[in-house]
């Protein structure tokens, strides 16, 4: 598998945050 866990990890966590804030 690709290292795509991390920047999909890492997207999915800024977009939380834009959505929680």
Do not use: N, S, V, W
């Amino acid at each position: 598998f690709p290292r795509r866990c991390d920047l999909d990890g890492q997207l999915q966590a800024r977009l939380l945050e834009h959505m929680m804030t």
